[in-house]
């Protein structure tokens, strides 16, 4: 219309119906936007009364803007004509609340990362996720539908309920794994407080079990490549990582022996190929037996990281004719597993490769499979492990995740 040559003998009209537009679609763009962080807001703040209580102020000032919306609605439903909307200076309310909801939303996100810091795997999750949590932080039957994200191997955690004769509260027993595998805590973590600090202790409660059990699995190590019962004792007692492990260290420690040896007896690299020989033989006898699905992943497992070190052995044995000794780059390029007894209550286990060594970080992994090693694998761990020791990180990349390894900050 303002194009129109007669627009000068309409201009008073027009350029009312105008700003009445203007203001209108202002308005319905304006409450399209208090609706939606109003909707987000409104589940958090009216059906959590822990996260109430964390943010007090911000409650009470999403509760007047609470009472402002349904007011607007209300008024919104008696209203016939829509150019009506725009009256009672409702396009200065609506700014006003969209400023208020912006500033409560900020104050959200702060305590979001006050909370992240405090438990850093809630990074792992969803703003939506973590108030779902901070939300049900005294129902950990809730919390436990998001655990997965936060603990890679942990499916769930077993629960005591709580009873009127025993204890008043939950109580964490345990960790149970995707594959079906459980192992119980050292001692019970009860719920209690914050989400984030009794997680903290299911954290800590999982790296002291493992360390023990790690400790125990050891001392049936040694056995098992000679008894049929001990083998058999060694792959139902132990957890599937820790049967990797304490396998590893094992190993580690026969073919430094056999190395270190070397010079006196030249046939000590040939009696250790022997004996692994005849250990994976053992092992492919027993993974035919009847077992349960965990037994037979976790012998699954273990027989594919026994067959790499026996090709191992076997490289060594080759290379024994050059002199090769416990310094030789064809033993420390490999991945070896060392346990320090004195080092707490139940040990440390130390991962060296090259000149690089780590503490093992004890995480759970569940009973999952393990890749194949080939020498472009060997390869992936040795740049891993360099790009670590110079605090940088990894990036795999192909088909299978290992086909390169680049170096990132």
């Known amino acids: 219309m303002k194009n129109s040559p007669y627009y000068l003998t309409f201009s008073t009209t027009i350029n009312e119906w105008f700003r009445i537009l203007n203001d209108l679609v202002e308005t319905l763009d304006l409450m399209t936007q208090v609706q939606r962080q109003w909707k987000y807001l409104e589940s958090i703040f009216m059906d959590s009364a822990d996260i109430r209580k964390q943010l007090p102020s911000e409650s009470a000032q999403f509760e007047t803007i609470n009472n402002s919306w349904v007011d607007i609605m209300n008024k919104l439903v008696k209203t016939r004509r829509v150019i009506d909307i725009t009256q009672d200076e409702m396009l200065s309310r609506l700014n006003h609340m969209n400023a208020v909801l912006d500033k409560i939303n900020h104050s959200l996100d702060q305590y979001l990362e006050k909370k992240r810091q405090l438990f850093p795997r809630f990074y792992f999750l969803s ?69 984030e600090t009794w997680l903290s202790e299911v954290e800590r409660a999982m790296h002291e079990t493992l360390q023990k059990l790690l400790y125990v699995a050891i001392t049936h190590v040694q056995k098992a490549s000679h008894k049929k019962s001990a083998l058999e004792n060694w792959v139902k007692s132990a957890a599937g990582q820790l049967l990797i492990v304490s396998g590893q260290i094992g190993w580690t420690a026969k073919c430094a022996a056999a190395l270190s040896d070397l010079a006196k007896n030249k046939r000590s690299m040939r009696r250790l190929k022997s004996e692994w020989h005849e250990y994976l033989n053992k092992l492919a006898r027993y993974v035919r037996m009847d077992l349960d699905q965990v037994e037979r992943l976790k012998l699954c497992a273990l027989i594919t990281i026994e067959v790499h070190a026996r090709d191992v052995i076997d490289r060594l044995k080759a290379a024994s004719k050059n002199k090769v000794g416990v310094n030789s780059f064809e033993w420390t390029s490999q991945l070896r597993f060392y346990f320090d007894r004195p080092q707490g209550d139940f040990g440390k286990c130390v991962v060296r490769q090259t000149n690089t060594s780590f503490n093992y970080g004890y995480e759970y992994l569940g009973a999952d499979g393990r890749l194949v090693i080939t020498p472009l694998t060997d390869r992936c761990y040795m740049t891993l492990t360099t790009a670590l020791h110079l605090s940088r990180g990894g990036s795999p990349q192909g088909p299978a995740g290992t086909g390169t390894w680049r170096y990132a900050c």
């Open 127 to 195: 703003n939506d996720d973590l108030l779902e949590i901070l939300g049900q932080a005294r129902d950990p039957t809730e919390v436990n539908k998001h655990l997965r994200k936060c603990f890679a191997g942990i499916r769930t955690l077993e629960l005591l309920a709580p009873s009127k004769s025993g204890n008043k509260l939950y109580e964490v027993l345990g960790m149970l794994s995707a594959e079906g595998e459980e192992v119980r805590f050292n001692q019970p973590v009860v719920v209690e407080g914050e989400v």
